[in-house]
């Protein structure tokens, strides 16, 4: 079955330790990303990649970190969790086309992270 | 910076009418995507469109893309109580690689 997996779903954690939510997906994807998603702001890019060792910054980076070492993982690193961090963040991929058109995006179920 | 804008925020109909929300974008857009996120759920693909002026339909629903590729809208033709859900539209920003997406409609149909 196609699909895009996280984990953990749900996680509480203090401000500044550091933590990963993973992301995989089997559909041979070459793009994938990160959003979070706040009440009233919708969702908002956080990182993406086009593939292998190629990762870009979204709209809201900042206090985040990722990488690509496989093309069907993309980690969501928070060195240092802040409690304005504090949100449900969805993995998405697709897979790219000439002319950089993604035609569908495959979403993860979404973790829900909260810091204290 | 890029912006895309959704309205309405909210929508709350009788089973039965119909439904449009709208996105707007500061800039042109190479495609626009719309997703579909029940309560509690994660945002499932629609549709894409990618060429100017392009319409599409699905059963009961039909996009739009305006000819300026800066517009969308999405209408639901007869709500059922099944559409209930928040409706995202995420558009591509020409030469780019980053989707931005709309603040999203949420949906609430009355039986």
């Known amino acids: 079955e196609a699909q895009v997996t996280q984990n953990p779903r749900y996680l509480i954690t203090v401000t500044g330790k550091k933590l990963t939510v993973t992301c995989s997906q089997n559909m041979n994807h070459e793009y994938m990303s990160w959003y979070r998603q706040d009440p009233g702001l919708g969702l908002r890019q956080i990182y993406y990649?086009?593939?292998?060792?190629?990762?870009d910054k979204g709209d809201v980076p900042e206090g985040y970190k990722v990488s690509r070492k496989e093309k069907r993982n993309f980690p969501l690193i928070l060195e240092s969790p802040s409690p304005n961090q504090t949100s449900l963040y969805f993995c998405?991929?697709?897979?790219?086309?000439?002319?950089?058109?993604?035609?569908?995006?495959?979403f993860g179920p979404g973790t829900r992270l909260t810091v204290t | 910076g890029q912006q895309v804008m959704q309205i309405p925020q909210y929508q709350h109909v009788q089973e039965g009418e119909d439904f449009t929300t709208y996105c707007n974008s500061s800039?042109?857009?190479?495609?626009i995507q719309w997703y579909k996120q029940r309560p509690g759920g994660h945002p499932v693909f629609l549709i894409q469109?990618?060429?100017?002026?392009e319409v599409k339909k699905q059963k009961r629903l039909t996009f739009q893309f305006g000819e300026a590729k800066k517009n969308s809208s999405l209408h639901i033709t007869a709500t059922q109580t099944t559409d209930v859900g928040t409706y995202f539209c995420a558009g591509l920003a020409s030469g780019t690689y980053k989707y931005i997406f709309g603040t999203g409609t949420r949906l609430k149909v009355l039986a």
């Open positions: 800039t042109t857009l190479s495609n």
């Open positions: 998405a991929s697709s897979p790219t086309r000439a002319g950089g058109q993604s035609p569908v995006g495959y």
């Open positions: 990649s086009m593939n292998v060792e190629v990762t």
């Open positions: 469109l990618v060429k100017s002026g």
